[in-house]
């Protein structure tokens, strides 16, 4: 089973972080490995590209003559692919040794159409103490509550997720006007959505293995608490906007939100009381608010859509 591996990258400034992506692929411990690299309209960096890695074994390039954004460049690299599977990895990313190998002993074991791994942090400028693990997703890490282990979901972040090739390219790849749609550039989701429509058309959602983990950079700007609440609250619009374009787009959330708020804070509550410490009230005061802005960016988007 051949895995091509989609790696987008537009910052000139990012270059350093792609390389390590891009090597990290290469470096698996799965020998049949392709990288497709898509350079989405920076010429300066398409000179960088081509310099360092046209001509390598197993790397395709492509680049996109103007900028046409990520879901769109994801869908290009999935075509100039060759593989069996299609994965996606960012540029701020890091896959592990055996990333690869983990998603195709998934594909192996079961008829999965799409095969997604965790996301681990890896902090740059170091854990915000403040920010509780039920809230990791908001800067691209699979946050507890998540899954207990291994098994269906409907799907897992976009710099960790596979598809058969053949089902991605039937289902005609990501919507990429999302991020675009009616000008909403704050509009996030486009895993969910394709993940939503391969479930009602094939039966099934992503097959997630814990094992296969791929380290997200959170970099210093990604922990200040202003950036952290208007992601929270760009979350919870998108939340709503997903749920006006499937109708199994919200499920999940509905489900995680019980959670947090009949199991993690009371919990959190009780362990405040028998161990109290500063950063624990701290914790719970950050879940608390956070909750509050996913919360009232669902409200607005119920108005806007």
Same mark, same amino acid.
């Given at each position: 089973?051949?895995?091509?591996?989609?790696?987008?990258?537009? /910052?000139? $400034?990012?270059?350093?972080?792609?390389?390590?992506?891009?090597? /990290?692929?290469?470096?698996?411990?799965?020998?049949?490995?392709?990288?497709?690299?898509?350079?989405?309209?920076?010429?300066?960096?398409?000179?960088?590209?081509?310099?360092?890695?046209?001509?390598?074994?197993?790397?395709?390039?492509?680049?996109?003559?103007?900028?046409?954004?990520?879901?769109? /460049?994801?869908?290009?690299? =999935?075509?100039?692919?060759t593989?069996?599977?299609?994965?996606?990895?960012?540029?701020?990313?890091? =896959?592990?040794?055996?990333?690869?190998?983990?998603?195709?002993?998934?594909?192996?074991r079961?008829?999965?159409?799409?095969v997604?791994?965790?996301?681990?942090?890896?902090?740059? *400028?170091?854990? &915000?103490?403040?920010?509780?693990?039920?809230? +990791?997703?908001?800067?691209?890490?699979?946050?507890?509550?998540?899954?207990?282990?291994?098994?269906?979901?409907?799907?897992?972040?976009?710099?960790?997720?596979?598809?058969?090739?053949?089902?991605?390219?039937?289902?005609?790849?990501?919507?990429?006007?999302?991020?675009?749609?009616?000008?909403?550039?704050?509009?996030?989701?486009?895993?969910?959505?394709?993940?939503a429509?391969?479930?009602?058309?094939? $039966?099934?959602?992503v097959?997630?293995? &814990?094992?296969?983990?791929?380290?997200?950079?959170?970099?210093?700007?990604?922990?200040? &608490?202003?950036?952290?609440?208007?992601?929270?609250?760009?979350? $919870? +619009?998108?939340?709503?906007?997903?749920?006006?374009?499937?109708?199994?787009?919200?499920?999940?959330?509905?489900?995680?939100?019980?959670?947090?708020?009949?199991? +993690?804070?009371?919990?959190?509550?009780?362990?405040?009381? =028998?161990?109290? /410490?500063?950063?624990?009230?701290?914790e719970?005061?950050?879940?608390?608010?956070?909750?509050? *802005?996913?919360?009232?960016? +669902?409200?607005?988007?119920?108005?806007?859509?």
């Amino acid at each position: 089973m051949q895995v091509s591996v989609v790696l987008c990258t537009y /910052s000139p $400034g990012a270059y350093e972080h792609f390389q390590e992506a891009a090597r /990290s692929v290469l470096d698996q411990t799965y020998a049949d490995v392709e990288l497709v690299v898509v350079v989405d309209g920076d010429e300066r960096l398409a000179k960088w590209v081509r310099r360092d890695w046209a001509g390598r074994d197993g790397v395709v390039l492509v680049v996109n003559e103007e900028n046409r954004g990520l879901l769109a /460049s994801r869908n290009v690299g =999935a075509r100039k692919a060759t593989g069996d599977v299609v994965a996606f990895i960012d540029d701020d990313a890091v =896959a592990d040794e055996r990333w690869v190998a983990e998603l195709v002993r998934t594909y192996e074991r079961t008829d999965a159409p799409a095969v997604g791994g965790k996301m681990t942090p890896a902090w740059v *400028a170091g854990r &915000p103490r403040f920010l509780p693990e039920e809230f +990791y997703f908001l800067v691209g890490v699979t946050h507890r509550g998540f899954a207990d282990g291994p098994g269906e979901v409907r799907n897992t972040f976009g710099s960790n997720i596979s598809f058969r090739r053949e089902v991605f390219l039937a289902l005609d790849g990501f919507d990429e006007d999302i991020g675009g749609r009616k000008g909403e550039k704050n509009l996030q989701g486009g895993e969910t959505e394709l993940c939503a429509r391969m479930r009602a058309e094939y $039966g099934s959602g992503v097959m997630y293995n &814990p094992e296969a983990e791929v380290a997200h950079k959170v970099f210093a700007y990604r922990t200040d &608490p202003r950036w952290l609440l208007d992601r929270a609250f760009w979350q $919870g +619009y998108s939340k709503r906007a997903m749920e006006t374009m499937t109708s199994d787009a919200g499920g999940e959330e509905s489900a995680f939100l019980a959670r947090l708020l009949l199991d +993690y804070v009371p919990g959190r509550c009780r362990n405040l009381v =028998a161990r109290p /410490s500063r950063d624990a009230a701290v914790e719970l005061l950050s879940l608390v608010v956070l909750t509050g *802005a996913v919360g009232a960016g +669902y409200a607005y988007g119920i108005l806007r859509w």
